[in-house]
C-alpha cells in the first residue's frame, strides 16, 4: 500500500446538518478546492468529493495536511475562522485504512440510505475533475478504476443494490411501476416538506419528466422545481390539478388538506389514477378505491417496500465486504509491484553499464558481423539475469514481502536508496 494515502472526512455520522452545509461544495467549489489545494500543498492523488451528507478530500502527502486543507474549504466557502467546523473534520492517516474508506464510500456502504447507488457516479465526477486537474496520478487512477470494477461485481454477484431502501426511492420505484403502460404521464405532487423534497430529488434518476409541484407557500415549490427540473403551480389551482395528473402523491398532513372521497367523485376521475399518501395524518381518504380505476397506497405499504429492501442490503454486506477486501489485496499487491519498479530499474540500468563497459573493452577488436553477435548476446544475458529477481520480487508482493528482498537488492548493487 502507498505509505502516504490518507483521508480527510466530514459526513452526516459526526456532523449535524448545518455544519455540513457550511463546508458543502459544488462542482465549481470542488474544482476551486483542488486548485488551492495544488497551489499551496505538495499533495498528490487529490479527490475532493462533496455530497449533501458529505464532504471528503483524499490525498498522498508525507506530512498530514488536514488543517491546511480545512483552511482551504473555509477559505473557498468564505469564511476565515474553523474553530466550529475542525471537530467534526475526521482524519484518516493509515493508507489502508484510507482506501477502505474510499471503498466504503463509493459502494454505498457509508450512505445514509445503505447501497445508495447515486454516491458512485458522484466519486465518477469527482475523480473527473482531479484528473482534469492533474492532481491525480497512477495510484489514484488504478484505486478509482478498482473501485468501480469492484462495484461492478457487487451488482452482478449480490443483492446489495436491489429494491429501494428508503421511503423516498420507495415512492418513485412504486411510481414507475404504476404508470409503466402509461403515455407521458403526469406527476402531482402535494407539499415541499423533507419527504416531499426527496422524492422530486428522486425522480431526477428516474424516466418519469413530467412532475407537478405545488405547495401553500409557493416560493418553496417554485424554488424545488427549478432545482428538480418539475414545474410550479400555484396552490389555488390544487385540486385543478388532481384532476390532471395520473398520479398524486401528498406529503401534507391531514389535518391541513383532505383529498376526500366525495370531493374526488365530483370532479371526476379519468382511469387509471393512483393517489400516494406520504402524510401523518393521512390526508388521502382510503375509500377513494371504493371508485372505479383508482388505486391507494399508504406509506406503510410504501415503507414496507423500503424495509424489505433494506433487509435485504444489509444481509449483503458480508459479502460486498468480502469482494473489497480481495480488491484490496488486488489492489495492494499492485502498488508493491509499481514500489520495487525503481529498484528493477536501477538494477537494470547498473548491468547495462557494466555490460557497456565490458563491450567498450573489447568490441574494438571484432568485425562489424562478430559485435552484433555479442551485442545480441550479452543482452539476452542481461535481460534473464533480471528476469530472476523480478519474478522473485513479484511472488514476494504477494506474500507482502517485497521490502527486505528490495532492500537487499539495493544493498548489493549500491543503488541510490532515496530512488529506491
Request: a negative charge.
Amino acid at each position: 500500500m502507498q505509505n502516504n494515502f490518507k483521508a480527510l472526512t466530514l459526513s452526516y455520522k459526526h456532523a449535524p446538518i448545518n455544519v455540513r452545509e457550511a463546508v458543502a461544495l459544488n462542482e465549481i467549489g470542488c474544482r476551486n478546492l483542488l486548485d488551492k489545494i495544488k497551489e499551496f500543498t505538495d499533495a498528490q492523488d487529490v479527490l475532493v468529493l462533496s455530497t449533501c451528507n458529505r464532504t471528503e478530500v483524499y490525498y498522498s502527502a508525507e506530512k498530514a495536511l488536514d488543517q491546511v486543507i480545512i483552511k482551504l474549504i473555509a477559505m473557498e466557502r468564505g469564511f476565515i475562522s474553523t474553530k466550529n467546523i475542525t471537530p467534526y473534520f475526521k482524519h484518516i492517516t493509515e493508507p489502508a485504512l484510507a482506501v477502505q474508506h474510499l471503498f466504503y464510500v463509493g459502494l454505498g456502504l457509508e450512505s445514509q440510505v445503505v447501497g445508495d447507488m447515486q454516491i458512485l457516479n458522484q466519486v465518477k465526477k469527482a475523480y473527473q475533475w482531479s484528473a482534469d486537474a492533474n492532481m491525480a496520478g497512477p495510484f489514484l487512477h488504478r484505486l478509482l478504476h478498482t473501485i468501480f470494477a469492484t462495484n461492478k461485481q457487487v451488482f452482478n454477484e449480490t443483492a446489495f443494490f436491489d429494491g429501494a431502501a428508503s421511503v423516498s426511492y420507495a415512492t418513485v420505484e412504486l411510481v414507475e411501476e404504476l404508470i409503466a403502460n402509461l403515455v407521458d404521464p403526469r406527476v402531482l405532487m402535494i407539499g415541499v416538506g423533507e419527504i416531499g423534497a426527496n422524492v422530486c430529488d428522486n425522480f431526477q434518476k428516474s424516466t418519469i419528466n413530467n412532475v407537478v409541484i405545488v405547495n401553500r407557500t409557493h416560493h418553496k415549490a417554485q424554488a424545488l422545481a427549478e432545482k428538480t427540473n418539475a414545474t410550479a403551480v400555484y396552490w389555488e389551482n390544487v385540486w385543478e390539478e388532481i384532476t390532471k395528473a395520473d398520479v398524486v402523491i401528498s406529503s401534507v398532513p391531514g389535518d391541513c388538506f383532505f383529498i376526500s372521497k366525495e370531493v374526488i367523485e365530483k370532479q371526476g376521475v379519468k382511469a387509471p389514477k393512483f393517489f400516494l399518501d406520504l402524510s401523518m395524518p393521512r390526508s388521502i381518504d382510503s375509500t377513494l378505491e371504493e371508485i372505479a380505476g383508482v388505486e391507494v397506497y399508504n406509506v406503510d405499504t410504501i415503507k414496507n417496500r423500503a424495509s424489505e429492501a433494506l433487509e435485504m442490503r444489509l444481509a449483503a454486506i458480508p459479502q460486498v465486504q468480502q469482494i473489497i477486501a480481495e480488491a484490496i489485496t488486488e489492489f495492494s499487491t499492485w502498488t508493491r509491484e509499481m514500489a520495487m519498479s525503481p529498484a528493477l530499474q536501477q538494477f537494470k540500468s547498473k548491468l547495462e553499464e557494466i555490460r557497456q563497459q565490458e563491450l567498450n573493452r573489447y568490441l574494438k577488436n571484432l568485425g562489424e558481423a562478430e559485435r552484433e553477435v555479442v551485442e545480441k548476446l550479452t543482452q539476452n544475458i542481461l535481460n534473464k539475469i533480471v528476469k530472476l529477481p523480478a519474478l522473485e520480487l513479484k511472488a514476494a508482493c504477494m506474500r507482502g514481502e517485497s521490502e527486505a528482498l528490495v532492500e537487499g537488492l539495493a544493498a548489493l548493487f549500491s543503488l541510490e536508496k532515496e530512488k529506491v
